[in-house]
C-alpha cells in the first residue's frame, strides 16, 4: 500500500485546511486509514482515524474534536482531514496512517507527510 497526502500550507490562526490522502495497491486489505502529526523533537501523535470499508465509524484526538473532522471516498481509496479554528499548536508535519489488521497482527503504512504550518 501505498499512500500520498497533500494539502498542508501557511494558514493563520482561526483558519481551515483540508488534507488529502490517496491509497493505491492492495487496499482492498485495508481496516483503518487516518492521521498523526509530528512536531520535531517530539514523538508522533495520533490525531483521527476512520474505518474502512465499512461503517465508517470515526475517532479523535481530544485536542481536536469539534474542529477536525475526518472523511472518506471509498471509491478514489481516499481519506480527507478537514481542519477548522486552527491554533497554533495545531503546527505540525501530518501523516497519512493506513492499517491493516488480520488475526491479531497489525500492518502499518505511513505517507510521506505534509507540512501545517499556523502562523500569524
Known amino acids: 500500500v501505498q499512500l500520498q497526502a497533500s494539502g498542508g500550507g501557511l494558514v493563520q490562526p482561526g483558519g481551515s485546511l483540508r488534507l488529502s490522502c490517496a491509497a493505491s495497491g492492495r487496499t482492498d486489505r485495508l481496516n483503518v486509514m487516518g492521521w498523526y502529526r509530528q512536531v520535531p523533537g517530539k514523538q508522533r501523535e495520533y490525531v483521527a482515524d476512520?474505518?474502512?470499508?465499512?461503517?465508517?465509524?470515526?475517532n479523535y484526538a481530544d485536542s481536536v474534536k469539534g474542529r477536525f473532522t475526518i472523511s472518506r471516498d471509498n471509491a478514489k481509496n481516499a481519506v480527507y482531514l478537514q481542519m477548522n479554528s486552527l491554533k497554533l499548536e495545531d503546527t505540525a508535519v501530518y501523516y497519512c496512517?493506513?492499517?491493516?489488521?488480520?488475526?491479531?497482527?497489525?500492518?502499518?503504512?505511513w505517507g510521506q507527510g505534509t507540512l501545517v504550518t499556523v502562523s500569524s
Open positions: 496512517n493506513a492499517r491493516r489488521v488480520l488475526n491479531g497482527v497489525q500492518w502499518n503504512y
Open positions: 476512520i474505518s474502512i470499508p465499512s461503517g465508517g465509524n470515526t
